[in-house]
């Protein structure tokens, strides 16, 4: 294939890096024209891509690469907070070269209040200022010494907003990994919303404020509007740079993808989501766990299923026992929809006996729902029953739902079993059922799996 290396790296190109370089893009040639506007048309819009043209110079392809992935590199964040690191380090060090004071005293120079990595910068300035000061260099000192003293409040500032934004995270990352909203997390929320709406505050303490109003959204539906305006507002940062990372942005797009299916708007939410497993970064699994989720309420389950499947290496390497867990549940859901019980119980099985203490500390529920809605499906209550008892599900479930609303799963599974083996009938499991069912409903104004509510209807059809 021609042209196969710049086709690959456009391919690899986020809709905002585009519009980011669009920004910069100031070509004169009437080649590098037509090939930037190929590039747009195919990234940003659903049109049938175009091909390029093979009548450019292959130099010019060769030339425009190197162009993208230079001006992404400098309006990456990341990279530049590597480099204030770098700057500290051969501070601290007394290595500073006379080239690297050059390119320092040019950043500070041309600094832009309310950098995304203003703390890291200024704190890196103030070390600068004590190097200058015990070596008697005074030729920099009036620069370096304004800087310090103009920012000095704001850094302050900065700071003690980001001590507080730990307290605000701890509270509200609890409440999201139990799945309940306490006043303990709630109360951040008028701080947040005043937070983010501040753009004097440094970029990574307001985009920390967007991530948890969207933990707060998730908890509470009448937050879920407010947050997608939000992530609106927030995108003139990342197309004109001043947010621009890779990670970020795969973030930004998991993140507005989560809130989109809380709303049910599957459609929207699958564009963003197809976004944020761009690449498998350290965010990988996170990120396709709810994208397939997302493909499973469209009922694209097939196409999910081979997604996991062929992310499995990749959850195998991974640390995070939370993410893993996840995963493992994941997979089992995907090979259930697919109708493909008996893979979805192999997988289940062989996996709890490697990883049976990281599922019990993680996800514990949403696994053992799956594992059992398996067992069901098969027609082998015996196990079910035996798994439920072994592991204490309906303890667990009951202090689980003392804390918060939700289904009585794991009860409604072993009163399935109940009339399977002949220990109540028909019309008693169905009033059992119905009645939770009709009182959490309406109380709680919540509503069932749909997977399990066909089990149910299901077993008394049999």
Same mark, same amino acid.
């Given at each position: 294939?021609?042209?196969?290396?710049?086709?690959?790296?456009?391919?690899?190109?986020?809709?905002?890096?585009?519009?980011?370089?669009?920004?910069?893009?100031?070509?004169?040639?009437?080649?590098?024209?037509?090939?930037?506007?190929?590039?747009?048309?195919?990234?940003?819009?659903?049109?049938?891509?175009?091909?390029?043209?093979?009548?450019?110079?292959?130099?010019?392809?060769?030339?425009?690469?190197?162009?993208?992935?230079?001006?992404?590199?400098?309006?990456?964040?990341?990279?530049?907070?590597?480099?204030?690191?770098?700057?500290?380090?051969?501070?601290?060090?007394?290595?500073?070269?006379?080239?690297?004071?050059?390119?320092?005293?040019?950043?500070?120079?041309?600094?832009?209040?309310?950098?995304?990595?203003?703390?890291?910068?200024?704190?890196?300035?103030?070390?600068?200022?004590?190097?200058?000061?015990v070596r008697v260099r005074l030729n920099d000192y009036e620069l370096i010494n304004k800087f310090v003293h103009n920012y000095h409040d704001d850094y302050i500032r900065s700071k003690?907003?980001?001590?507080?934004?730990?307290?605000?995270?701890?509270?509200?990352?609890?409440?999201?990994?139990?799945?309940?909203?306490?006043?303990?997390?709630?109360?951040?929320?008028?701080?947040?919303?005043?937070?983010?709406?501040?753009?004097?505050?440094?970029?990574?303490?307001?985009?920390?404020?967007?991530?948890?109003?969207?933990?707060?959204?998730?908890?509470?539906?009448?937050?879920?509007?407010?947050?997608?305006?939000?992530?609106?507002? /927030? +995108?003139?940062? @990342?197309?004109? !740079?001043? #947010?621009?990372?890779? &990670?970020?942005?795969?973030?930004? %797009? =998991?993140?507005?993808?989560?809130?989109?299916?809380?709303?049910?708007?599957?459609?929207?939410?699958?564009?963003?989501?197809?976004?944020?497993?761009?690449?498998?970064?350290?965010?990988?699994?996170?990120?396709?766990?709810?994208?397939?989720?997302?493909?499973?309420?469209?009922?694209?389950?097939?196409?999910?299923?081979?997604?996991?499947?062929?992310?499995?290496?990749?959850?195998?390497?991974?640390?995070?026992?939370?993410?893993?867990?996840?995963?493992?549940?994941?997979?089992?859901?995907?090979?259930?929809?697919?109708?493909?019980?008996?893979?979805?119980?192999?997988?289940?099985?062989?996996?709890?006996?490697?990883?049976?203490?990281?599922?019990?500390?993680?996800?514990?529920?949403?696994?053992?729902?799956?594992? /059992? +809605?398996?067992? @069901?499906?098969? !027609?082998? #209550?015996?196990?079910? &029953?035996?798994?439920?008892?072994? %592991? =204490?599900?309906?303890?667990?479930?009951?202090?689980?739902?003392?804390?918060?609303?939700?289904?009585?799963?794991?009860?409604?599974?072993?009163?399935?079993?109940?009339?399977?083996?002949?220990?109540?009938?028909?019309?008693?499991?169905?009033?059992?059922?119905?009645?939770?069912?009709?009182?959490?409903?309406?109380?709680?104004?919540?509503?069932?799996?749909?997977?399990?509510?066909?089990?149910?209807?299901?077993?008394?059809?049999?």
């Open positions: 294939m021609k042209l196969k290396k710049f086709s690959k790296f456009v391919d690899s190109l986020l809709p905002h890096e585009v519009l980011l370089l669009e920004r910069c893009a100031q070509f004169q040639d009437v080649d590098r024209i037509e090939i930037f506007e190929t590039v747009r048309h195919n990234v940003l819009t659903n049109a049938k891509k175009k091909a390029f043209s093979l009548s450019c110079d292959k130099r010019k392809y060769s030339h425009m690469m190197n162009w993208m992935q230079a001006r992404l590199d400098e309006h990456c964040t990341d990279n530049y907070y590597e480099s204030l690191n770098y700057f500290d380090n051969k501070i601290k060090t007394d290595a500073l070269s006379s080239e690297e004071e050059r390119i320092l005293l040019k950043l500070i120079k041309n600094y832009e209040p309310h950098h995304f990595h203003f703390i890291r910068f200024y704190e890196v300035v103030k070390n600068y200022l004590n190097f200058l000061l003690n907003i980001g001590d507080r934004m730990t307290q605000a995270t701890s509270d509200i990352v609890t409440d999201y990994h139990s799945g309940r909203l306490t006043q303990n997390s709630l109360k951040w929320s008028p701080w947040l919303e005043r937070l983010f709406r501040d753009e004097s505050i440094d970029g990574f303490n307001r985009y920390q404020t967007l991530i948890l109003l969207s933990y707060l959204a998730l908890l509470k539906n009448d937050l879920l509007e407010p947050a997608i305006g939000y992530y609106d507002q /927030l +995108e003139a940062k @990342l197309k004109d !740079g001043s #947010y621009y990372s890779r &990670k970020l942005l795969l973030n930004f %797009y =998991g993140n507005r993808q989560l809130i989109l299916m809380k709303l049910h708007k599957y459609d929207q939410a699958l564009y963003y989501g197809r976004l944020s497993i761009s690449e498998q970064g350290h965010d990988y699994i996170m990120y396709l766990n709810n994208y397939c989720f997302n493909l499973l309420k469209l009922e694209r389950a097939k196409e999910a299923l081979q997604l996991l499947k062929d992310a499995l290496p990749f959850a195998r390497q991974m640390s995070n026992k939370y993410n893993k867990s996840l995963f493992i549940s994941s997979l089992v859901k995907c090979y259930n929809d697919n109708g493909q019980f008996k893979n979805a119980r192999q997988y289940a099985e062989n996996q709890l006996v490697q990883y049976e203490k990281d599922i019990l500390e993680h996800n514990w529920n949403k696994f053992f729902r799956t594992y /059992l +809605e398996t067992l @069901l499906h098969l !027609g082998d #209550y015996k196990h079910a &029953k035996k798994t439920i008892k072994r %592991y =204490g599900l309906l303890d667990r479930e009951s202090a689980e739902l003392k804390a918060y609303a939700g289904f009585p799963y794991f009860k409604w599974f072993m009163t399935l079993i109940d009339f399977k083996q002949g220990n109540i009938n028909g019309v008693r499991f169905r009033k059992l059922i119905l009645r939770e069912r009709e009182h959490l409903t309406h109380s709680q104004n919540i509503r069932p799996s749909e997977s399990v509510m066909v089990l149910l209807e299901d077993a008394l059809k049999e």
